[in-house]
């Protein structure tokens, strides 16, 4: 049986807790600008498998006909009640999910609503860590989890050294300052102001809440990686030296979200391989189209951008050891759960596989983990 919008709207308060099981991600239901209740079981026995780390993303991309974001959104707000929690109108929540996912670029090959609902996916499972530690509010849940969702909003498909090189109006607005973060968490903000999602907030929350989407997004900037590394690691001292974990967490919640959503957003070396290669594949033709574009302009190209000068395990084998191992041994240091010590293993595990392949010979030895505790894993 099908719904009209004033048959919703009849329904909507006493449907609140109904979501998953109320709308429809088929693509004709978009098409005809309503909800549909044959929502079939199967999208909603597997996005009941989200809080496993090994969940396939591409899965659900598939499921929900292309609307991984607008799924996993609606998926998450009604299984951890932000809905109720946050007084939240389903129609308002299902059409910023439509408007976040349409500010992606589909034609980009790895920096679209996909790899924004890969990450959402993976910070839900890190946040539950902390959940379970009872550290973080459901406002700080709901901070993060819309902070995923908006972390590469309208992304341009190049980087910002492009758009440097290139004048764009971008590099001038943001004064060549991390560039594109700025202009991801501006734009989350717009949405969320034109669907007054969080209408239910008073308005010194609703400052708190842009503040700290700002400071989350703006942290996925990896060219500031050193100074969140260095941050952190003076937090895990403070923390060893007071003896106070839950205190002082609490205390550095704003930080504790940041390496979230930093590990998140580079956590595809952490999955299976099959999962992770094809992440692996995508980024780096991203990389050799921007590197395309450029040589057609007669700019600069940086050797990570230029197909003829490096490879795939060369870019994967680099990225592993410097940004993500730094990242996630710090963050299985701090929360020491079964999930992180996984992650950790698995991605040594696939940095040993492009070294097999002799993609690395001249890299420096990789030490060997202490990871290797709290493994096993339900996934």
Known sequence: MELTIADVQKKKDSNRTKISQSFSFHGSSFNRGLTD??????????????????????????????????????????????????????????????????????????????????????????????????????????????????????????????????????AEFYQHSSVLENHHFRSTVSVLQKTKLLNSLSSEKWQEFVRRLKLLILSTDITRQQHYVEHFKTFLNTIENSGRWNDTVKQEIVLVQQMVLKCADVSNPCRNWESYVTWANLVTEEFFRQGDQEKERGLHVFPTMDRLLTTKQKIQTNFIQFIVLPLIELWDSFIQSKLSGYMVKKCYRNLHVWQSRGSSRNSTPVKKTTATRRTKLEV
């Open 37 to 170: 209740c044959s929502y079939t079981l199967c999208s909603i026995n597997y996005l009941k498998a989200c809080k496993h780390w090994n969940f396939n993303i591409f899965s659900i991309e598939r499921l929900t006909n292309g609307h991984p974001i607008l799924g996993l959104g609606l998926y998450i707000f009604e299984r951890y009640k932000l809905i109720e929690k946050f007084k939240i109108d389903t129609l308002v929540l299902v059409n910023t999910f439509r408007i976040l996912e349409n500010s992606y670029h589909q034609d980009n090959v790895f920096h679209n609503a996909i790899h924004a609902a890969d990450v959402v996916q993976a910070s839900l499972c890190l946040l539950r860590d902390l959940r379970n530690r009872k550290v973080i509010s459901n406002f700080d849940f709901a901070c993060s989890t819309l902070a995923a969702f908006g972390h590469d909003l309208d992304h341009p498909g190049v980087n910002q050294s492009y758009l440097e090189k290139t004048d764009d109006f971008l």
